[in-house]
């Protein structure tokens, strides 16, 4: 069900794809807790500031905890863009193969995240019914497969197409589509299109039973272009990496494009994560293409790469960083281990030991596997 497998020679794999996952996945491990701690240690606002940047938006808006999961979805597409390739460049028996993985990818990748929903606390439900299907891992698996078909079946012209199709298509759709009374304009978690299909269509359970599931099926359509615009941008470093210093530039740019962009359309399509909005893709994309370039632009050409390692081994096993977050209590664990010293501190320190700890044990495990080259992938 999953391979072990050595990463490929380092002239073929670029170090701050893997930082910058690592980077988006420690905030999952815990870090998102550090800047409370740290307001409730100092008093700085800025601190307050960025613990309230670590909480997602209530409704329409954006934060930085917005982020982690488009460019999660952006980062697969960047790896198809480097190294995937229309299949008929491939004799046919190598790709049937790749097609084959690629559908087994997608169906582990569903299946994880039944698991991930389920795997801790309630567990699998003897219920079929009383199962939420729909989930992040998911997500990732629908948003990474239908880039990968495109890039294996079509050419770059209608993989452009097909992004923009989508982007205008969806955003007519929520627009002017009413089914039972829900859509036409309206936008709110109980009356956008999405609660329908949710409703009527969606097996199982939403997230917290709630009218609308954050993951739900009309939803993953735009998510989809997260992923071309990843491979977009892989295709575009590849072509024009012998020119560092012009590829930064434009990246810059082309990240800045889309941020306009994506903050004038949120006036009239608004920027929300649940319903995965248009606009809320070109702000994701607009952020995540400014995210990469900096990792790029400090790890692989200025070589300012040491850092980069305790983010790298995250980021080289990000599947275990996000299911060992559903299935493993880690503060039950560092409670056992540090839960002196925590009982002790005075308020914010105590919470500082005790999602710092979170995080480096969390990190140790990734370290033993990273030094042994395991590195688990589906």
Known sequence: MVELSTPPAPKTRLLSIDALRGFDMFWILGGERFFSALFIITGWSFFHVAAEQMEHTAWHGFTAYDLIFPLFIFLSGVSLGIAAKPLSQYPPEKAKSIVRHGVKRLLLLVLFGILYNHGWGGGIPADFDSIRYASVLGRIGISWFVAALLVWFVSERTQWLVAIGILLGYWALLSGVSLGGFGSGNYTAEGALNVWFDQYLLPGVTYQNKPLDPEGILSNIPSIVNALMGVFVGRFMIKHMNNAKKLIASLTSIGLLLLL??????????????????????????????????????????????????????????????????????????????????????????????????????????????????????
């Not at 893709?281 to 293409?289: D, M, N, P």
């Not at 995210?291 to 080289?316: E, H, N, R």
């Not at 060992?324 to 030991?353: M, Q, R």
């Not at 995080?359 to 042994?372: A, G």
Request: net charge positive.
């Open 261 to 378: 962009c994506g903050y004038l359309w949120g006036m009239f399509f608004p920027i929300n994560k649940t319903l995965w909005t248009s606009s809320f893709v070109f702000v994701t994309a607009g952020y995540s293409i400014l995210l990469l370039t900096l990792f790029y632009a400090v790890i692989d050409v200025m070589k300012f790469s040491a850092w980069a390692t305790f983010f790298a081994v995250i980021g080289t096993n990000s599947i275990i960083v996000y299911l060992g977050s559903s299935i493993i209590d880690w503060k039950y664990i560092t409670h056992s281990v540090l839960g002196g010293f925590i009982n002790i501190a005075p308020a914010g320190w105590a919470e500082l030991i005790l999602f710092g700890g979170m995080v480096l044990l969390q990190w140790l495990v990734l370290y033993w596997l990273y030094c042994r080259k395991i590195f688990i992938k589906i």
